[in-house]
């Protein structure tokens, strides 16, 4: 058992995001092998209820105000002119590092881990701890810089990159590990610091709970989740509206499409306009309209990770027609457990395949589920445990020190 200090950009409760989904199953399993601490930012107010859980599987939970990245602040303009990343300089919260150094000094934990990059120079203030940040995403602003056109946006996409690589370059040396959700993140990483060991964690489901739902299937029904307050949701939904559905459309006159998620300050007017699309809203639960519907949309390009959306709809029945960059990272083989389309004729051609043919559903359906279940979240925080007995292991100098206080 280790003293383990949890460090988060997203208070974990309510699990109503990719992000806390993954921050809430990873501390649901630290808690079964270790002592943990959670020091997490808040965008707003916790409720009662929320604190509530988050002390029921950490024995001691702080909460700091989040502020986010302000582009046209004082302090951003100015790290126009540092080799960190104004994202970096911007968000750092006097506060936050205070509450850090001031558990650490009385609690000493013997690891540290800062979930997302955000996070990370709080955990490089904790001395004699090991260090892990978990999550580490790069491709998304790797693949911006390189992806960029020529000109000035490919200039500060570039510059963006130079100074995130930069900052990596000079903080990972001081970690133990470093955890990503797929290979491809894995290997960016290596290429930014070839020691340091690099795990994969990925992203899951909760298996036993999806088994349990049950929907009466609706006709013609295709769903996209995803809140469209994220720029990768937006962009997908878009592409999806002005491209594809009117193809689907023009074959199937019935088909619906479900859109569910927060529209909250979203620019839903500068969408196309498009029949027989439907905005649920925010949803307690999307997974009885994802088992309902016959096809589960990821018309995703931008975004780096691996998809929730995707792991849940197979693991709900739901066959899912993706783009490569939707489906990338999950290791599934396509035209057997998911559909995968790079234009919008074939995407369209994959979702009205799968709408005619009852047995072609049943059979993406069955697949879909069977390859799913190394997915589990019960199967990947045994695993997320076994990473971080290893950082201990390689901390032998710690061990005895430790032992000595829990005697």
Same mark, same amino acid.
């Given at each position: 058992?280790?003293?383990?200090?949890?460090?988060?950009?997203?208070?974990?409760?309510?699990?109503?995001?990719?992000?806390?989904?993954?921050?809430?199953?990873?501390?649901?399993?630290?808690?079964?092998?270790?002592?943990?601490? %959670? *020091?997490?930012?808040? =965008?707003? !107010?916790?409720?009662?209820?929320? @604190? $509530?859980?988050?002390? #029921?599987?950490?024995?001691?939970?702080?909460?700091?105000?989040?502020?986010?990245?302000?582009?046209?602040?004082?302090?951003?303009?100015?790290?126009?002119?540092?080799?960190?990343?104004?994202?970096?300089?911007?968000?750092?919260?006097?506060?936050?590092?205070?509450?850090?150094?001031?558990?650490?000094?009385?609690?000493?934990?013997? %690891? *540290?881990?800062?979930? =997302?990059? !955000?996070?990370?120079?709080?955990? @490089? $203030?904790?001395?004699? #701890?090991?260090?892990?940040?978990?999550?580490?995403?790069?491709?998304?602003?790797?693949?911006?810089?390189?992806?960029?056109?020529?000109?000035?946006?490919?200039?500060?996409?570039?510059?963006?990159?130079?100074?995130?690589?930069?900052?990596?370059?000079?903080?990972?040396?001081?970690?133990?590990?470093?955890?990503?959700?797929?290979?491809?993140?894995?290997?960016?990483?290596?290429?930014?610091?070839?020691?340091?060991?690099?795990?994969?964690?990925?992203?899951?489901?909760?298996?036993?709970?999806?088994?349990?739902?049950?929907?009466?299937?609706?006709?013609?029904?295709?769903?996209?989740?995803?809140?469209?307050?994220?720029?990768?949701?937006?962009?997908?939904?878009?592409?999806?509206?002005?491209?594809?559905?009117?193809?689907?459309?023009?074959?199937?006159?019935?088909?619906?499409?479900?859109?569910?998620?927060?529209?909250?300050?979203?620019?839903?007017?500068?969408?196309?306009?498009?029949?027989?699309?439907?905005?649920?809203?925010?949803?307690?639960?999307?997974?009885?309209?994802?088992?309902?519907?016959?096809?589960?949309?990821?018309?995703?390009?931008?975004?780096?990770?691996?998809?929730?959306?995707?792991?849940?709809?197979?693991?709900?029945?739901?066959?899912?027609?993706?783009?490569?960059?939707?489906?990338?990272?999950?290791?599934?083989?396509?035209?057997?457990?998911?559909?995968?389309?790079?234009?919008?004729?074939?995407?369209?051609?994959?979702?009205?395949?799968?709408?005619?043919?009852?047995?072609?559903?049943?059979?993406?359906?069955?697949?879909?589920?069977?390859?799913?279940?190394?997915?589990?979240?019960?199967?990947?925080?045994?695993?997320?445990?076994?990473?971080?007995?290893?950082?201990?292991?390689?901390?032998?100098?710690?061990?005895?020190?430790?032992?000595?206080?829990?005697?």
């Amino acid at each position: 058992m280790m003293r383990i200090l949890f460090l988060s950009r997203w208070f974990p409760h309510p699990v109503n995001n990719g992000a806390r989904i993954r921050i809430f199953n990873l501390l649901q399993a630290l808690h079964t092998k270790h002592e943990v601490t %959670l *020091v997490a930012f808040a =965008e707003e !107010d916790v409720p009662q209820a929320s @604190l $509530a859980a988050m002390q #029921a599987i950490c024995g001691d939970v702080h909460v700091v105000p989040y502020h986010g990245f302000r582009p046209g602040s004082v302090r951003a303009r100015l790290g126009f002119f540092s080799p960190t990343p104004r994202s970096v300089i911007d968000t750092f919260s006097a506060e936050l590092l205070a509450t850090v150094e001031q558990v650490a000094a009385v609690w000493r934990p013997e %690891l *540290v881990i800062a979930s =997302e990059i !955000d996070m990370l120079r709080y955990a @490089l $203030a904790v001395k004699d #701890a090991g260090r892990v940040l978990e999550e580490l995403e790069l491709a998304v602003p790797y693949d911006a810089y390189h992806h960029a056109p020529r000109g000035v946006t490919r200039l500060r996409k570039g510059l963006t990159w130079w100074k995130l690589e930069r900052y990596l370059r000079r903080a990972l040396p001081a970690l133990d590990l470093v955890t990503v959700v797929s290979p491809r993140e894995q290997t960016l990483v290596q290429r930014v610091c070839p020691e340091l060991p690099v795990a994969i964690v990925p992203n899951g489901a909760d298996l036993a709970a999806l088994a349990q739902v049950a929907a009466m299937p609706q006709p013609g029904t295709l769903i996209y989740s995803g809140a469209l307050s994220y720029y990768a949701n937006y962009d997908a939904v878009y592409y999806f509206l002005a491209e594809i559905f009117p193809l689907i459309l023009a074959q199937a006159p019935a088909t619906r499409l479900l859109i569910t998620g927060s529209t909250e300050g979203v620019a839903l007017d500068q969408l196309p306009p498009t029949p027989n699309v439907h905005f649920t809203g925010y949803l307690e639960s999307v997974w009885p309209a994802v088992a309902g519907s016959w096809v589960a949309v990821v018309p995703l390009r931008l975004g780096g990770g691996t998809r929730l959306k995707i792991i849940e709809s197979l693991a709900l029945g739901t066959p899912v027609v993706a783009t490569t960059k939707g489906a990338e990272g999950l290791g599934l083989t396509a035209d057997v457990e998911i559909a995968i389309a790079d234009t919008p004729q074939h995407f369209a051609e994959a979702v009205l395949a799968l709408l005619r043919n009852a047995d072609r559903r049943r059979q993406f359906s069955e697949r879909g589920r069977q390859a799913v279940q190394r997915y589990d979240w019960a199967a990947i925080g045994r695993n997320f445990n076994d990473v971080l007995a290893g950082v201990a292991a390689r901390r032998p100098s710690q061990a005895p020190a430790a032992a000595q206080e829990r005697a």
